[in-house]
């Protein structure tokens, strides 16, 4: 249904071409065109024999059985599209062959696919822990969209959640450790990972069946055994915190794709209780635990979630609010405190959650968002729309089972 101009021009070649709606589209789509446009046809029979823009007469669509369909080329010209393309195939004609929807129309093809998606996703909140809160505090969540129907599944402080064949590991600072959960995300076992490590990030390789989790308090990224959940090893960052008695990189996110491991972090150098957020991406080897010679991406401010999406390594620098995917295209900017993404092979999801240090930003943004909730994304026009979740005030992870990906 939606060509371009060039190839509305060579489809329409010889032929005669026939507007579907009238209105200010017509006017927009008419300059644009080789071949000559004969008429106007509209479903509202107040407006059939006016002549309206381009001197054009407007038609019953019982004009339609009447033309030859080989001989002429429709072009829908209404913001009601979707409707118009169903009435027209129902009388048998053919997309891209007999009829098209006007390259004008692409912000409201945009528009439409945004406001009628459906979807539910899965939402991690670490605030503060409250025993039986069910709209409210720390958890695991299901989320609906449009509706912004928030379900808590699980109650706790959480972080990372990441599936491993059919089953979820989630990480639970209530219980200082994982939850094994079924597909149903109901709570299976528990084990514990080192007190006071703070876990955060979690991530899972199908190859070694190792559940990777980075300890933000022991500046160290912890591997276990999926199975029997023994430790395997313990990649350190440093040896800062063991000489200083405290965490000083701030270890966050993880993420596992293929044989490498990518970290992030508030500071490479271990500065960032200092005000020095000199973080970014770190890539370790997976079997080794060595450490790439130069850091992956540099100088971001607070960074959150490496991810994978579509071959490309997508990751937030959550204090400026800008989501990056590669660094070959421009960012997605927000003006909140973003972390968390997700995609579902139509549209992109990011987490935003209450700005808890808006004076850091006083003279570099002029519009600090406190909001908290998830914006959806549509890459190929950059326009997004925004599902709140005032009950909370944090999301970590926003996660899509593959299983679920499109329910």
Not at 174 to 189: D, M, Q, T, V
Not at 217 to 240: F, G, M, N, T, W
Request: one cysteine or more; a negative charge.
């Amino acid at each position: 249904m939606w060509l371009n101009w060039q190839e509305i021009n060579e489809v329409s070649t010889g032929k005669e071409i026939i507007f579907f709606g009238r209105g200010n589209w017509v006017l927009k789509t008419y300059p644009y065109l080789v071949s000559k446009a004969i008429c106007i046809i509209d479903n509202n029979p107040f407006e059939w024999g006016q002549i309206r823009e381009n001197n054009l007469t407007v038609y019953d669509p019982i004009l339609l059985d009447t033309i030859d369909w080989n001989n002429h080329f429709i072009i829908i010209t209404t913001s009601h599209f979707d409707e118009v393309q169903q009435q027209l195939q129902t009388l048998g004609m053919v997309s891209g062959k007999h009829f098209c929807i006007s390259p004008a129309l692409k912000n409201h093809r945009a528009q439409m696919e945004i406001n009628q998606q459906e979807a539910t996703i899965y939402l991690t909140c670490s605030d503060h822990f409250v025993a039986g809160a069910q709209k409210y505090g720390g958890g695991l969540y299901k989320f609906h969209i449009p509706s912004c129907t928030l379900t808590k599944l699980i109650n706790g402080i959480c972080h990372g959640v990441i599936q491993a064949g059919d089953y979820f590991f989630l990480v639970d600072d209530s219980i200082a450790g994982l939850r094994k959960l079924n597909s149903k995300f109901e709570p299976l076992e528990q084990f514990e990972l080192p007190v006071g490590s703070c876990p955060h990030g979690i991530a899972y390789c199908p190859k070694r069946n190792w559940i990777f989790v980075n300890l933000s308090d022991h500046d160290s990224i912890a591997i276990y055994d999926a199975e029997s959940y023994q430790p395997v090893k313990e990649i350190r960052l440093s040896e800062k915190r063991w000489k200083m008695g405290t965490s000083q990189h701030h270890v966050n996110d993880v993420l596992v794709y293929e044989d490498s491991l990518y970290v992030t972090m508030f500071s490479f150098s271990g500065n960032w209780k200092l005000g020095i957020f000199d973080g970014g991406v770190l890539e370790f080897d997976i079997d080794s635990g060595e450490q790439c010679p130069t850091p992956l991406v540099s100088d971001l401010w607070m960074p959150h979630t490496p991810t994978i999406i579509r071959g490309k390594l997508w990751y937030t620098d959550s204090m400026r609010g800008k989501v990056y995917c590669g660094t070959e295209e421009l960012p997605i900017e927000f003006n909140g405190f973003v972390r968390g993404i997700a995609y579902d092979d139509k549209f992109y999801y990011v987490g935003q959650s209450l700005h808890r240090h808006p004076d850091r930003l006083r003279k570099i943004s002029h519009n600090i968002s406190l909001d908290t909730g998830v914006f959806l994304i549509h890459k190929k026009s950059n326009m997004t729309r925004f599902f709140p979740t005032p009950t909370l005030t944090d999301i970590n992870t926003i996660f899509i089972p593959s299983k679920l990906t499109r329910s």
